[in-house]
């Protein structure tokens, strides 16, 4: 059974579907899951062995590369150096975050997703869903 709470907006659909957010890096949108999907707590579990038996210097990196393939749906714009347009998967994804050359873009991510650890962001973002922009 669902509540009928009316005022609720942040629904399991929404949160697991994610909303598009636009990014200051040219033209790039970015579908955003809520913190408590669950493609995003399976991203973390998957990331726990290497952050259990990572050097203390890099944790704080693995937990920010996980938070954010975790918490990403999809990127839209996305073009390689050369031009040429890219068609977003989680795999092509994992290496975009792995590359630190791309670091502006995932710490800007890994940002939108403390802002939006509070169900009152997420739910400002599905409210005025279309062309949101975060702190771009």
Known sequence: ???????????????????????????????????????????????????????????EELYKEAVVIGITADVSGMVDINGVSLEFSPELFESIVANKDNRPFVDWIYARSLELSEARAFEALLKNSGSVSLGA
């Open 1 to 59: 059974m669902r509540l009928g709470n009316s005022n609720a907006s942040v629904t399991a659909e929404a949160a697991e579907s994610g909303i598009w957010i636009d990014s200051p890096f040219g033209g790039l949108r970015v579908k955003i899951r809520h913190p408590a999907s669950s493609q995003y707590r399976s991203v973390l579990r998957r990331f726990r062995d290497k952050y259990v038996t990572a050097e203390a210097d890099q944790q």
